[in-house]
C-alpha cells in the first residue's frame, strides 16, 4: 500500500537492525485518515472472504481494524493481554510471548462475541516472529469458528512469523512489508521484488 510505505519513510524510525517505530500515527498518536485508508485496503482484499468478525489485540491493532470492519460491516473483537473485573465470563485464552516487551501475557477473549459460526478476519499492527497472530489463531479455532485471514498493517519479512503463517496454510494479506532495517533505514521487500 503506497500511502503506508509513504508515511513510513517519512514518520517511521528505525530504531536499529529489528524494531520499527512507527508512534507518530499509528503506536500512540493514531493519524485516522492513515488508518480509514488502511480499513479500506484490508476491506478490499478480504471482501470475497466472507467475513462475520474481526479479532484483533489490544491496544495497537484497535484502530485499524475499527476501521476496516466499518468497510466490511461487522464488529470487531479485542483480545485483551490485561485481567479485567468485568470480563469474567466463559473465557477462551492463549499465551503470547510479546515481542517488545519481551514477557508471555495471556490474552483473553469472551466466547459470547466470537462464535463457532463465525468466519473470523485477524488484524495486527505488526507481524515480526509472529506470537500474536497464532495466539489469535488458537482462540479462534478453540471456538471452533473459521480463520478467513490474517491481515497485518506492518510484516517485517525478515523476521519468520510470516512465512510460518502462510506455511500453515493461512492467507496472510500485509499492507506494508518490510525486508530489512537499519538504524534510520528502512528497506521495503516490494521494492526489489517486483
Ligand atoms: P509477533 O507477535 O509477531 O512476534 O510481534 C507482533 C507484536 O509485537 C505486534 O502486536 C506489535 O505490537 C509488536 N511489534 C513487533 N515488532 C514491532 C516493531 O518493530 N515495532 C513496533 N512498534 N511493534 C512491534
Same mark, same amino acid.
Given at each position: 500500500?503506497?500511502?503506508?510505505?509513504?508515511?513510513?519513510?517519512?514518520?517511521?524510525?528505525?530504531?536499529?537492525?529489528?524494531?520499527?517505530?512507527?508512534?507518530?500515527?499509528?503506536?500512540?498518536?493514531?493519524?485516522?485518515?492513515?488508518?480509514?485508508?488502511?480499513?479500506?485496503?484490508?476491506?478490499?482484499?478480504?471482501?470475497? #472472504?466472507? @467475513?462475520?468478525?474481526?479479532?484483533?489485540? +489490544? /491496544?495497537?491493532? *484497535? =484502530?485499524? $481494524?475499527?476501521?476496516?470492519?466499518?468497510?466490511?460491516?461487522?464488529?470487531?473483537?479485542?483480545?485483551?493481554?490485561?485481567?479485567?473485573?468485568?470480563?469474567?465470563?466463559?473465557?477462551?485464552? #492463549?499465551? @503470547?510471548?510479546?515481542?517488545?516487551?519481551? +514477557? /508471555?501475557?495471556? *490474552? =483473553?477473549? $469472551?466466547?459470547?462475541?466470537?462464535?463457532?459460526?463465525?468466519?473470523?478476519?485477524?488484524?495486527?499492527?505488526?507481524?515480526?516472529?509472529?506470537?500474536?497472530?497464532?495466539?489469535?489463531?488458537?482462540?479462534?479455532?478453540?471456538?471452533?469458528?473459521?480463520?478467513?485471514?490474517?491481515? *497485518?498493517?506492518?510484516?517485517?519479512?525478515?523476521?519468520?512469523?510470516?512465512?510460518?503463517?502462510?506455511?500453515?496454510?493461512?492467507?496472510?494479506?500485509?499492507?506494508?512489508?518490510?525486508?530489512?532495517?537499519?538504524?534510520?533505514?528502512?528497506?521495503?521487500?516490494?521494492?526489489?521484488?517486483?
Amino acid at each position: 500500500m503506497e500511502l503506508l510505505k509513504q508515511r513510513i519513510e517519512k514518520d517511521g524510525l528505525a530504531l536499529n537492525e529489528h524494531v520499527l517505530k512507527v508512534d507518530s500515527f499509528l503506536n500512540h498518536q493514531i493519524d485516522p485518515v492513515l488508518m480509514q485508508e488502511i480499513g479500506k485496503e484490508f476491506a478490499e482484499r478480504f471482501k470475497d #472472504a466472507g @467475513v462475520t468478525k474481526i479479532l484483533t489485540l +489490544e /491496544s495497537s491493532g *484497535i =484502530a485499524p $481494524s475499527v476501521m476496516a470492519a466499518l468497510e466490511l460491516g461487522v464488529s470487531v473483537v479485542f483480545a485483551r493481554k490485561r485481567k479485567s473485573l468485568t470480563l469474567t465470563d466463559d473465557l477462551v485464552t #492463549a499465551t @503470547v510471548y510479546s515481542y517488545t516487551k519481551q +514477557e /508471555s501475557n495471556t *490474552i =483473553a477473549v $469472551s466466547s459470547r462475541f466470537i462464535k463457532k459460526e463465525d468466519t473470523v478476519l485477524i488484524i495486527d499492527d505488526f507481524l515480526a516472529n509472529g506470537e500474536a497472530a497464532k495466539g489469535l489463531i488458537e482462540v479462534v479455532e478453540s471456538i471452533g469458528a473459521k480463520v478467513a485471514g490474517v491481515g *497485518i498493517v506492518i510484516e517485517k519479512s525478515f523476521q519468520p512469523g510470516a512465512d510460518e503463517i502462510e506455511s500453515k496454510g493461512y492467507r496472510l494479506e500485509s499492507l506494508a512489508r518490510v525486508e530489512s532495517l537499519k538504524a534510520g533505514e528502512v528497506t521495503f521487500k516490494d521494492e526489489k521484488a517486483e
